[in-house]
């Protein structure tokens, strides 16, 4: 009788194991991932062959590596995860490329809702009236109509500005957006000088940040410049 109990235990164990397998598979293939991933090697089948080729690889091998869970009795290593993340990252950089667009206003409520999703302090409504009248240049960008970050240059327009306020919600991390919210502003002081003349765009990344502004094109010298900054309240 207590083997007949300790098999059926075992069983339903068994199929409780197997169900969650399924249930990890299926969290990581969601319908609206799967009709995104293919619309977007749709359109690359016209525009660019060759990268939607090498699109609906990373799209067999993103669902080969969700598949085998449900075979794998072992745990999948670190690095194994980290490749599958990298094929899901490139799959849906294929969306963002297409469905990200860029804007030259920021509004009080969207710069709000901004600092608010990564934790920043925040201000008050006619603090940030008076600071989005004085910048020299703003960038917002969205994706599918979604605010996804934003970005200013603050400065005198002539020989220093500052890069200020480059945010990414947390969702859309990692998938080239704060980059590409960089360069538009780059971009912006570049087309807005005289030729001859030259203009210093300084910034203070967060410790950890700096290979992401050098990814820009900005210089990173510690032995000979260093930061500092003082916030000021009342």
């Given at each position: 009788?207590?083997?007949?109990?300790?098999?059926?235990?075992?069983?339903?164990?068994?199929?409780?194991?197997?169900?969650?397998?399924?249930?990890?598979?299926?969290?990581?293939?969601?319908?609206?991932f799967l009709y995104?991933?293919?619309?977007?090697?749709?359109?690359?089948?016209?525009?660019?062959?060759?990268?939607?080729?090498?699109?609906?690889?990373?799209?067999?091998?993103?669902?080969?590596?969700?598949?085998?869970?449900?075979?794998?009795?072992?745990?999948?290593?670190?690095?194994?995860?980290?490749?599958?993340?990298?094929?899901?990252?490139?799959?849906?950089?294929?969306?963002?490329?297409?469905?990200?667009?860029?804007?030259?206003?920021?509004?009080?409520?969207?710069?709000?809702?901004?600092?608010?999703?990564?934790?920043?302090?925040?201000?008050?409504?006619?603090?940030?009236?008076?600071?989005?009248?004085?910048?020299?240049?703003?960038?917002?960008?969205?994706?599918?109509?979604?605010?996804?970050?934003?970005?200013?240059?603050?400065?005198?327009?002539?020989?220093v500005c500052c890069?200020?306020?480059?945010?990414?919600?947390?969702?859309?991390?990692?998938?080239?957006?704060?980059?590409?919210?960089?360069?538009?502003?780059?971009?912006?002081?570049?087309?807005?000088?005289?030729?001859?003349?030259?203009?210093?765009?300084?910034?203070?990344?967060?410790?950890?940040?700096?290979?992401?502004?050098?990814?820009?094109?900005?210089?990173?010298?510690?032995?000979?410049?260093?930061?500092?900054?003082?916030?000021?309240?009342?």
């Amino acid at each position: 009788l207590l083997d007949h109990q300790a098999s059926i235990k075992n069983e339903k164990l068994k199929a409780e194991l197997e169900q969650s397998r399924i249930s990890v598979m299926l969290s990581q293939i969601q319908p609206h991932f799967l009709y995104n991933s293919l619309t977007s090697v749709m359109d690359l089948c016209d525009k660019n062959p060759k990268q939607a080729k090498a699109a609906i690889a990373d799209f067999a091998d993103y669902l080969r590596g969700n598949l085998s869970t449900l075979k794998e009795q072992k745990l999948i290593s670190f690095k194994e995860e980290l490749e599958h993340i990298k094929k899901y990252l490139k799959l849906e950089k294929l969306r963002f490329k297409e469905n990200l667009k860029i804007e030259y206003n920021i509004t009080i409520s969207e710069f709000l809702e901004m600092v608010e999703s990564v934790g920043w302090n925040t201000y008050s409504k006619e603090q940030l009236d008076k600071a989005l009248k004085n910048t020299m240049y703003m960038v917002k960008a969205t994706v599918d109509g979604k605010l996804a970050g934003i970005g200013r240059v603050v400065g005198d327009y002539s020989i220093v500005c500052c890069l200020s306020d480059i945010c990414v919600k947390p969702e859309f991390q990692n998938l080239g957006i704060g980059l590409k919210i960089t360069k538009e502003l780059k971009r912006l002081i570049e087309e807005n000088i005289n030729n001859g003349d030259k203009i210093l765009i300084e910034l203070t990344p967060t410790a950890g940040n700096e290979p992401f502004y050098q990814k820009a094109g900005f210089k990173y010298k510690p032995e000979k410049i260093t930061g500092m900054y003082l916030w000021i309240k009342k």
